[in-house]
């Protein structure tokens, strides 16, 4: 405890506030004394979560943050990194403010602090829960060390609709899976509860339903029923809850008409009445302030919808502290109101022991030593090889041999800004390796790598500066001579590595795109690079499901790579010469072409479906122009050796609704050459319902290594809990029936058998 922070208060606030410092976490006589010290002015003051820069500057201090910090009009503050600066902020809040209550520091750690795990969608392919919170451990671990207490992350929105650009930061399209991974962040990210300093506070978000946003465009509306809300796309919320989540973020959207910021009945009936969440409620950045956009009001008014719908903090728009207080005296709101969302932010910072210690996340020595350790980065060299997918490999192309000419090309094989992908705010891309650096490491003298940069991202140089692409690392040039130097080398070459696809910026926030395929000037070097009648390789950078049909159809060797983070490089290496046998599956749907979007294995079926093996046919649910199928289906991605999967059993033909069992196998065998990881998905299909049902649900699913020759039975157990879904009435309820089960290596690719739940 820091004495010091008593300094010029009067001696009954010197007893008080050491009674605050010594009273035991979890004791709410501690939150309820705190209050009745505070003035309403305080109270609003703790609800108000700002962004800021270096508090340290070449022409001095930023006072604006730190004069509000004064004030006691700051709560917490976002994305301010390193120990020296958050402990400037820490010491005006405990030493210069009336109660001394300290000041909760937040960050978007969304893959990685300093160490850069593969972006979520990438780590998701993995279908390695270990991995998935090994990588969030890590990061909690990182950024504690520098002085941060709380992460906005995960973000759990199912998404099938791949316009979006934040599809990148979540899981992909199914809710099962979904839950699962949101359940291994939170246990990353919290550890044992919170009782350690190198454990933060996760955020799940966006609540809800931010991934149906309508024409996959970010910040846009949301319509949809309830039941499909329940049954598609609050499974991962739920499952975070239940995990622990120590805080919510609301989404920008609208549901049922009312944004979710605003949203009484999602933020307190459901989240806090149906599923018991007990935590911190914030918005996202300048939520409050926008619901005007959403034409419901005016500040004052918004901000009182805001606090009454159970949101506790307000991210960056300042109305709380602007509003609220005219607010209750014009009688919109309660000094109740205020004092539950005060409260709960009060008992989060109690949660991670700040008011035992301030600075208990604050320390150089850790600063110094924990982060970007070589421990940390060979985990996340190992994690970012499991989320490779390999899409196409022509008479076993990959992997290469370290020995002849290589030929490095395209511009994302020699930049250092665009491997961590999108959203890394603590990244530090002058400490990670480029491709071709990896590269020349790793073959030493065994093979020549000659590298040309090949083209542009793509042909326009203001669409580059508008979406910010290129990160002035590689400065645009001559589209003739970047294709006559890359054509010159290919020549030369014995075999191409393409580094081509989307740049970092194509994706994530407020980058939605309506066109999916390569950026023009790629795509024209890698046509050109096919034509020199070299093999190629395309390792395939992109933060979403892309459309890729004229690189499966023409090129050899087609790997998607995702944005792998800080160890990129090295990672791919692994891969490429066979070090590794690429495992990654994919969790989202790859589609032929833009226009059958919104794309999702898990889809109803129709009174009049397609024929199976059939296209096209009149008065079916088809397109005249294309097959229902995608590209490249969920669950999807090759291997370098060949499984065999043998017919399935059951235990039973029956399964009792009243908790009965059964137990389906099946045996893999790993037919080919290489040691090598594969993951087994299962699936069921209720055959009749109350309601329409999805013609697939993935319910199960197991990541198993297998050396070559090696044959392993794998079991799983199905239940009628496994069974259930929200009916009509929004009841979880499994109903009586045949279903379909079906295992394999992808959503696609199954063996399938039936059996029957009986009452």
């Not at 400037?88 to 960050?107: H, Y």
């Not at 940390?376 to 060299?381: D, P, T």
Request: hydrophobic letters at 40%; a negative charge; glycine letters at 8%.
């Amino acid at each position: 405890m820091n004495r010091r922070t008593l300094w010029n208060v009067s001696l009954i606030l010197l007893s008080s506030f050491m009674l605050v410092q010594c009273t035991p976490k979890g004791n709410d006589k501690f939150i309820d004394d705190l209050m009745s010290q505070m003035t309403l002015q305080e109270k609003i003051g703790q609800l108000n979560l700002l962004p800021t820069g270096p508090i340290t500057t070449a022409s001095g201090q930023n006072t604006d943050i730190l004069d509000d910090i004064r004030r006691g009009e700051v709560g917490g503050i976002f994305n301010l990194k390193g120990v020296r600066d958050i402990r400037i902020a820490q010491d005006i809040a405990v030493k210069e403010t009336r109660l001394g209550i300290p000041i909760l520091f937040a960050m978007d750690v969304i893959h990685g602090y300093e160490t850069i795990f593969p972006i979520p969608l990438a780590l998701s392919c993995s279908w390695d829960m270990a991995a998935i919170e090994k990588s969030a451990r890590i990061a909690a671990c990182e950024a504690s060390a520098d002085g941060i207490a709380w992460t906005f992350s995960p973000m759990v929105d199912i998404c099938k609709d791949a316009r979006w650009g934040r599809v990148a930061e979540g899981a992909g399209e199914d809710p099962f899976l979904g839950a699962a991974i949101a359940k291994a962040m939170i246990k990353g990210y919290q550890g044992e509860g919170l009782k350690n300093n190198n454990e933060i506070m996760a955020c799940v978000k966006h609540f809800a339903l931010y991934g149906a946003s309508e024409s996959g465009r970010d910040y846009n509306m949301v319509d949809m029923s309830p039941n499909r809300m329940y049954n598609e796309y609050f499974l991962p919320y739920q499952a975070a809850i239940e995990a622990g989540s120590g805080s919510v973020m609301s989404s920008f959207n609208d549901i049922n008409g009312i944004p979710a910021t605003a949203n009484k009945w999602l933020l307190t009936d459901v989240l806090r009445k149906q599923w018991g969440f007990n935590g911190l409620v914030t918005t996202d950045h300048s939520a409050i302030v926008e619901l005007t956009n959403h034409s419901i009001g005016n500040l004052e008014s918004v901000s009182a919808h805001a606090l009454q719908a159970g949101t506790d903090m307000d991210m960056g728009s300042r109305a709380f502290v602007a509003q609220l207080e005219k607010a209750l005296k014009d009688g919109k709101i309660t000094e109740n109101d205020i004092d539950i969302a005060c409260r709960r932010v009060l008992e989060a910072k109690q949660k991670l022991g700040l008011f035992e210690d301030p600075y208990r996340f604050l320390s150089d020595e850790r600063a110094e030593s924990e982060i970007y350790t070589e421990s940390n980065r060979a985990e996340a060299r190992k994690i970012a090889t499991e989320t490779f997918v390999l899409l196409k490999n022509e008479n076993q192309l990959l992997p290469l041999q370290r020995k002849g000419k290589i030929a490095l090309i395209g511009p994302l094989g020699n930049t250092r800004t665009q491997m961590q992908g999108t959203w890394a705010v603590a990244a530090v891309p002058s400490k990670y390796s480029t491709i071709l650096e990896a590269m020349q490491r790793n073959v030493g003298e065994r093979a020549t790598i000659r590298y040309a940069k090949g083209s542009n991202f793509m042909y326009d140089e203001k669409f580059e500066e508008r979406t910010w692409v290129n990160k002035g690392e590689l400065p645009h040039l001559d589209d003739e001579q970047l294709l006559k130097e890359a054509l010159e080398i290919a020549n030369w070459s014995d075999i191409i590595i393409a580094t081509l696809g989307e740049p970092a910026e194509l994706s994530g926030e407020s980058s939605c795109r309506t066109n999916l395929e390569m950026p023009d000037a790629q795509h024209d070097l890698l046509q050109a690079l096919v034509k020199t009648g070299k093999p190629v390789v395309l390792l395939h950078f992109s933060g979403r499901p892309t459309v890729m049909n004229w690189e499966q159809k023409n090129v050899p060797a087609i790997m998607n790579v995702w944005f792998a983070g800080s160890e990129t490089g090295d990672a791919i290496c692994d891969v490429i010469f066979g070090d590794v046998s690429p495992s990654g599956k994919l969790t989202t749907t790859f589609p032929q072409t833009v226009g059958q979007l919104p794309m999702y294995y898990n889809h109803r079926n129709t009174s009049r479906p397609q024929d199976k093996d059939k296209w096209f046919e009149k008065f079916r649910s088809n397109y005249i122009d294309v097959t229902n199928d995608p590209l490249y289906p969920f669950g999807y991605g090759l291997s370098y050796t060949t499984f065999d999967y043998s017919p399935m059993k059951l235990s039973a033909n029956e399964l009792n609704i009243k908790n009965d069992s059964l137990i389906a196998s099946i045996t893999i065998s790993n037919k080919g050459e290489y040691d090598a990881d594969e993951i087994i998905q299962m699936y069921i299909r209720d055959i009749a319902g109350s309601i329409t049902r999805p013609v697939q649900e993935l319910k199960g699913f197991q990541r198993i290594h297998l050396k070559k020759g090696e044959s392993r039975e794998i079991t799983f157990t199905i239940t009628p809990e496994l069974l259930k879904f929200y009916n009509n009435d929004l009841g979880f309820v499994c109903e009586p029936g045949e279903f379909e089960l079906m295992i394999g290596p992808n959503s696609r690719d199954v063996e399938r058998c039936k059996f029957i739940l009986t009452e």
